[in-house]
């Protein structure tokens, strides 16, 4: 049809035309070669090299975040393992041609022998017990019969059961190609019968860098710090920040057709960025009243408080990153750079990390606070007066002039109290306060004492005590007291136990009491009576 319109004939009715249905930018860019796979380097070698060797694994795991093409890797790998070339004559290949049928096929989706399969609709054993059975006849005119299956860590326990053994031993002629976003939920017997390949986030520069690309080959202008915006929103994904520039595009197109920063940031709903810069230096300058009063004019334009407080977090880190030296971030307007260069400058890394926790823990308690924008002021209000407090090394570099005053200390303070016990009981006693009563009952019921003259304790080996109660009693003692002490054994036959002291002194009382003339007119009036010591006294030897 030509472009110009013949007016000596009738013109064609306009809905004779069908016009061309719109593909978005995700699928309309998909990579069809693996050069086109961008930030999945190390991975396009693993394969390249495997496929030169003709070392080819039966089951291929790929796995990442959304968007990074695991799908469409599965499809390159099935092109590259079935591609005949131009002349029918070729075999497997990291290039495929693009051009035979099977890869023409493959590419549009409707290759018999290349079957993909969803697995978060296709989730069961019957499901699987299918795929089983087909694997076992050949491919129909393929050189493999490949199986993909998308987000298979939803298939249920039975049906990757029911995989094992053709995973373990397939046919020749088949493949397995799975994809997946949540790989721990994939069993260990079948991670341990696949090829693993981990698709890495795709760098925000090399996203920028593609979909300045794509921009151009739509023939729409974008700005360089719009594709930078939507490189980082897009997370590492591709898919995602193809589908932010569709929408931006769109935007673009109301808005004199170019891609701006500017609509961009609208559009994504971030908050203005030199708001935050306005805001950060009203924290930094401690000037409260301002400061919640920025904030409430970004509320009261829309901007959520969490936003608002994420923004902050990112500055502070932007500012880090230009203290230590790192290379600045393109999609940062210019006098956004300047500002950090400027507080890079002024703030030491003790008060940049202190500002970033508590930012941090501001930011957290926003984001689960049932009154988020009056969260978002008590979290500012604990920045600026705490995060601009020097820290104590910064204090020292200062001098004493410019450290706060102290308060006046005592002419002359009292001399420590000594906390020596000056008997062997008081020791034990001071050990059982400290909660040692394990120890102070053994030592009670087994230590005889040979000599005490703190800081040195001597018992006696007549009755050997393990080492590791003397030294858990002189550990004891120096805790309580402050002081090193020595505790020995030595030869010599030293005194009762506490324990045998505290008997005998019973036993004494007891025939003190037997020989009282009381209690002999008493037995001898009631002839088989005994004398027997109250609760009280036996209840204080237990």
């Known amino acids: 049809m030509s472009d110009s319109l013949d007016l000596g004939s009738s013109p064609q009715p306009a809905a004779s035309a069908k016009p061309e249905t719109y593909r978005v930018l995700a699928r309309k860019y998909r990579p069809q070669t693996f050069s086109a796979l961008i930030g999945q380097d190390a991975m396009v070698t693993t394969l390249a090299n495997a496929i030169r060797r003709g070392r080819l694994a039966h089951a291929f795991l790929l796995t990442g975040v959304r968007g990074v093409g695991k799908t469409s890797t599965a499809r390159l790998i099935a092109k590259a393992l079935n591609c005949i070339g131009p002349d029918g004559q070729g075999g497997p290949t990291i290039d495929p041609c693009g051009v035979c049928e099977p890869c023409r096929a493959i590419a549009e989706g409707r290759h018999i022998d290349v079957i993909e399969m969803d697995a978060a609709s296709h989730t069961g054993i019957d499901d699987v017990r299918e795929i089983i059975e087909a694997s076992r006849y050949a491919a129909v005119s393929a050189r493999f019969k490949i199986y993909i299956v998308d987000e298979v860590h939803m298939l249920s326990k039975a049906a990757f059961n029911g995989l094992l053994k053709t995973l373990e031993e397939p046919p020749a002629h088949v493949k397995f190609l799975f994809a997946t976003t949540e790989v721990n939920k994939v069993p260990i017997t079948v991670l341990s019968r696949c090829q693993r390949f981990d698709l890495r986030r795709i760098p925000a520069e090399k996203l920028a860098d593609h979909f ?39 935007h673009a197109d109301l808005e004199g057709g170019a891609v701006r920063a500017e609509a961009v940031r609208d559009m994504l709903g971030l908050s203005d960025r030199g708001a935050v810069r306005d805001l950060l230096a009203l924290l930094l300058e401690g000037n409260a009243p301002d400061a919640l009063v920025a904030l409430r004019r970004q509320y009261a334009l829309g901007v959520d408080p969490q936003t608002v407080m994420r923004g902050l977090l990112e500055a502070v880190h932007g500012i880090t990153l230009i203290k230590v030296g790192s290379t600045e971030d393109p999609a940062q307007p210019v006098e956004e750079r300047a500002a950090y260069r400027e507080w890079a400058g002024a703030m030491s890394f003790p008060v940049l990390h202190r500002l970033w926790q508590l930012l941090l823990k501001g930011y957290e308690e926003v984001s689960g606070a049932s009154l988020p924008i009056e969260t978002a002021e008590m979290a500012l209000l604990r920045v600026i007066h705490a995060a601009g407090l020097p820290d104590p090394g910064e204090l020292a570099r200062r001098g004493p002039a410019a450290a706060p005053a102290a308060p006046p200390a005592p002419a002359s303070p009292p001399p420590p109290a000594d906390r020596t ?33 703190p800081p040195e304790i001597e018992f006696s080996n007549t009755r050997p005590l393990p080492a590791d109660l003397l030294v858990e009693l002189a550990t004891a003692l120096k805790d309580a007291t402050g002081r090193v002490w020595k505790v020995a054994m030595v030869d010599a036959p030293g005194a009762p136990s506490v324990r045998e002291a505290e008997l005998d002194a019973v036993q004494a009382r007891h025939d003190a009491v037997a020989q009282s003339p009381a209690v002999l007119a008493a037995l001898d009036a009631f002839p088989g009576a005994e004398l027997i010591d109250p609760p009280a006294a036996k209840r204080s030897l237990s």
Do not use: K
């Open 212 to 250: 300045a690309r794509v921009s151009e080959a739509e023939g729409v202008a974008a700005e360089p710090e719009a594709l930078a915006l939507i490189a980082r929103a897009a997370e590492g994904s591709a898919r995602d920040g193809l589908s932010i520039l569709d929408q931006a595009i769109a």
């Open 421 to 453: 016990p000056r008997e062997f009981a008081d020791a034990l006693d001071v050990v059982e306060q400290a909660g040692q009563i394990a120890l102070v009952a053994r030592l009670r019921h087994a230590a005889r004492l040979v000599r005490y003259a």
